[in-house]
Structure formats: C-alpha cells, structure tokens
C-alpha cells in the first residue's frame, strides 16, 4: 500500500504531465486565448507565375508585420482547431514603395489520420477591394504553435501568393516589429 505522501506525487506527476499534453498538442491554444503573432524575415509576397510554370516571376518582397490568433472551436465537433485572424497589420516592401495589407480569415489545424492546416485570408492591398488568399489543406510547414503557409490567390500557379511565417509575440521580436511597421506608415 502507498503512503499518503507517495499518493499526492503520483497525483501531481499526472497532472503536470496532462498540462504538459494540452500545452504542445493543437487543440491546446484554445485553452490559452487570444495570441498575438508576429511575421518573421522569411515571410515574403511574391507575384508572377510560379513552377511548374516557366513565366518569371516577376516580383519579390519582404513581408513584415503581425495580427491576432483567437481560438474559435472545433469544426463541427471534429478533429481541427479553428481560429479566427483578425487586427492584421502588415506591409509588403519597404520605405515609400511599401504597402500596406488588412484583412481577416480563419486557421485550422488538425486531422484524422493525419496532422494538416489551412489558412484562408481575405486581404486589402493599400486599401483596394479584399481578394481571396487560401493555403489548401496541406500539411503544417511548422510546429503549432508556429505557423508556416503558403498563401495564394487563383490556384497555386499564377498571380499573388504570401509565403508566411509567423510565430507566438515575444518581446525579442516586438521593437524590431514596431519599428517596421512605423517607418512603413503601417500605424
């Protein structure tokens, strides 16, 4: 028989091992909020057509900013996390030439038999209509709770596409976020 001590160790070892299971798996952020996220060095916009077509592409640049993870559920009761993305602040480019992106859309990420995402983003470039950005349902290009997508606008061949990579808020990375956004007008 266990002594009383011995007992509450156990105890305690299970729970911190089912905290420690809510923390790295998806379906764990939506215990924790709303995440502000923001958009590493490798995040670019890129226009043109893309392989296997052979047209150039014909335009490359920086894509620096952040926006708001918020959880919204499971899908219909299913295996995905979803999760709205809002207070978007991008800009592509930089200097004077640099424009700005807003928009909003939804993340998941999941699966049955295997772990997928999908990020879709209906995004305003300086201010003209929303167009339609979508990752697909592919597999994730980082660990949750990073992300890494390829966003595209007519298919994956032509046009528009964002490759993005954004991570958790961390005060490592706000001054450098600010004062991007600030230079850019992106206030």
Known sequence: MMSYDCRWRVVLVALLADALLLIISPGSAAAFGARRYTLSEKSQFQSGCFPPCLCPLY???????????APTGTQDGGPFETFAVRAMR??????????NVRGRGTYRIGGEFALTQQLKLDLSIDGAPSQHFDSGNVPPGAAFPAIAARISRNGVLLRRRFSLDAVPFSSANHDKDEKQLSSNGGG
Do not use: D, N
């Open 59 to 69: 335009l490359e640049q920086p894509v620096r900013g952040r926006f708001m993870l």
């Open 90 to 99: 991008w800009t592509i480019g930089e200097g004077a030439a640099a424009k």
